[in-house]
């Protein structure tokens, strides 16, 4: 509190907020804006909000990016096939990363900082370029399936790439580390002596597990798996590289009804919605990491 | 007790596996003559030709001295302003505009990349409109872009930094009558320095890693090395990119390698510091 005089600490706070109500907040509201013009053949292209008749200002909303929006079922099905894959992915990121996750927390206090940094690693490479080694193991003639046309496991290439499979591991693949951080830190605060005690009363460790550690590492679970799903959700990179051309995620919808369609109104439709969808994950994850980081002191 | 510690354990090293054999397979590769990527050619292999045709690829090192000059200032940028929200959020207590800033530094960091990517190039034009700056989409506004959000990661690792040092040696210069600045400079900073060094990194990280936001804001001519490898990769796997990952690991796991052995020595001499500082209290 008094740490800096109040003309010193406006302005500590205050350059931060500023920079990000003008490059944060205030670009939401101008993608919501346009969600409700219509496209046009100008610079820029799509409709003013506000237009003069006569002297006088009239607001001039559209609704018709939202109508197209319900009228292609490319959109619907798209949303739906995201928050198919990015809940699946979750799921598999949960049931790989906890495991490992507690076995760091579990591991001697002197070999876990350097299994940390393995886990951490990879995400220091690019991620552009992790996706792109999938390439090479998931193809028609990759190391996957030439190692098991070897061991004569199968007589024909397997179709890999291309697949829901292949994104689902890219996914994995590259959020795996935003999982178990979380579910680390968690895990390495419990106290092991209610698991001890329990082991003492008879409790068979499963259902110590059970009854002990899975709900103390609730909040570790949450926080991982949302770190995980909400960027998955509008992920481009993965399913663009790795995908299937039938079918896209919302993401690159997005990303194509802006570069290759040029229709801003309805790309800045796509993104509100995908906004509504996640807006309560988002807040959800804020308060979390809220209360983690706060809970510190 | 023992079954479920091999469990988890077994679980770990084949994690591990997973996520260290593209990398590997990557780096093998990058030696390989074939040009058919994933094929090994024994006969003429190991070769250094793909590292030849990287370095003598005009496009690739225009993009990434490009990648390099932004990511360097966007690093900086983000530390500076991250260290400043980090401060106000672990240090003053209730002030308003507390939770937008609270908000504002924890969403982007989930926030898809096409909805900032977009927004932010939306903002660029309508600013342009507005103000006439800035003309144009390019090296400028991919800098803004991506201090945005850098910044909120940096700001994080600060944050959690200062939540986990108490401020009673900061009140004591406070009442020794050292103005604010110098509390700031002479205690605050060298306590949070390690979490700067890291936020710097991972800014830095970041900015030269990123494609999705970056295409929304990027211009003729402004192609970042992402840009570029992924104009490459999307229709394809093409070996000189192998070399190109090689090199990247390469400098990676020497950067954080070299910055761990400094974080020891630096926590290891703080220790000592403080026990130093107990013995001469007795």
């Known amino acids: 509190m008094r740490l800096t005089q109040p003309a010193g600490r406006r302005l500590v706070a205050g350059v931060p907020i500023l920079w990000l109500l003008v490059l944060f907040l205030i670009p939401f509201l101008i993608v919501f804006r346009i969600s409700f013009s219509e496209v046009r053949l100008a610079i820029p292209p799509y409709t003013p909000l506000i237009t003069w008749h006569h002297g006088t200002p009239s607001l001039d909303l559209h609704g018709s990016a939202y109508a197209f929006l319900f009228t292609d079922s490319l959109y619907v099905s798209s949303y739906l096939y995201s928050l198919k894959v990015a809940a699946v992915s979750t799921l598999f990121c949960l049931l790989i990363g906890y495991p490992m996750a507690y076995a760091i927390a579990r591991a001697a206090p002197s070999s876990r900082a350097l299994l940390l940094m393995l886990i951490v690693l990879p995400f220091w490479t690019s991620f552009l370029l992790r996706v792109y080694a999938w390439i090479g193991l998931l193809k028609n003639n990759g190391v996957i399936n030439n190692v098991l046309l070897y061991l004569g496991v199968i007589h024909h290439p397997l179709a890999l790439l291309q697949t829901d ?129 706060e809970g510190a002191k | 007790m023992k079954s479920r510690g091999l469990f988890s354990r077994t679980a770990l090293v084949l994690g591990l596996i997973f996520l260290y054999v593209p990398i590997l397979s990557m780096i093998v590769f990058s030696f390989n003559n074939s040009r058919l990527v994933t094929v090994w050619d024994a006969a003429h292999s190991p070769t250094l030709k793909w590292y030849v045709a990287l370095f003598s690829n005009e496009q690739i090192l225009r993009a990434a001295w490009l990648s390099m000059r932004i990511a360097l200032i966007s690093a900086s940028g983000a530390v500076v302003l991250g260290t400043l929200a980090g401060m106000a959020l672990a240090r003053f207590g209730a002030f308003r505009g507390r939770m937008l800033l609270a908000g504002m530094t924890t969403a982007p960091i989930v926030m898809p990349e096409v909805i900032t990517g977009l927004s932010l190039l939306l903002l660029f034009v309508a600013m342009a409109q507005l103000i006439g700056w800035p003309r144009g989409v390019g090296a400028v506004t991919i800098t803004l872009a991506h201090i945005t959000f850098c910044m909120a990661y940096v700001t994080v690792v600060v944050q959690s930094r200062l939540a986990g040092f108490d401020q009673s040696l900061e009140e004591a210069a406070m009442d020794l009558g050292a103005r604010p600045l110098g509390v700031f400079l002479r205690i605050t900073l060298p306590l949070i320095l390690p979490a700067i060094a890291s936020g710097w990194l991972l800014a830095f990280t970041l900015s030269w890693d990123d494609l999705v936001i970056t295409q929304f804001v990027a211009g003729p001519g402004s192609s970042t090395l992402p840009m570029v490898i992924f104009s490459k990769v999307r229709f394809g796997v093409t070996p000189d990119v192998n070399a190109l990952a090689t090199i990247m690991v390469l400098l990676v796991a020497t950067g954080i390698a070299l910055s761990t052995v400094w974080m020891r020595r630096a926590q290891r001499r703080r220790e000592r510091d403080l026990q130093l500082a107990a013995a001469t209290n007795l």
């Open chain 1, 165 to 293: 499979f292949a994104v689902y591991i890219g996914i994995v693949y590259s959020y795996l580390p935003f999982m178990i951080l979380p579910l680390y830190a968690n895990l390495e605060k419990h106290d092991t002596a209610l698991l001890e005690a329990a082991a003492d009363l008879g409790a068979r460790p499963l259902r110590a597990f059970l009854s002990i550690t899975l709900p103390q590492s609730l909040p570790g679970i949450i926080a991982g798996s949302l770190l995980v799903f909400i960027p998955a959700v509008g992920e481009y990179v993965i399913p663009t590289l790795l995908g299937r051309t039938d079918q896209l995620m919302i993401g690159r919808v997005l990303s194509d009804e802006f570069f290759e369609n040029r229709d801003w109104p309805v790309a800045s439709a796509v993104a509100i919605l995908i906004l509504l969808l996640l807006v309560v994950p988002i807040m959800w994850f804020q308060r979390l990491e809220r209360q983690e980081l």
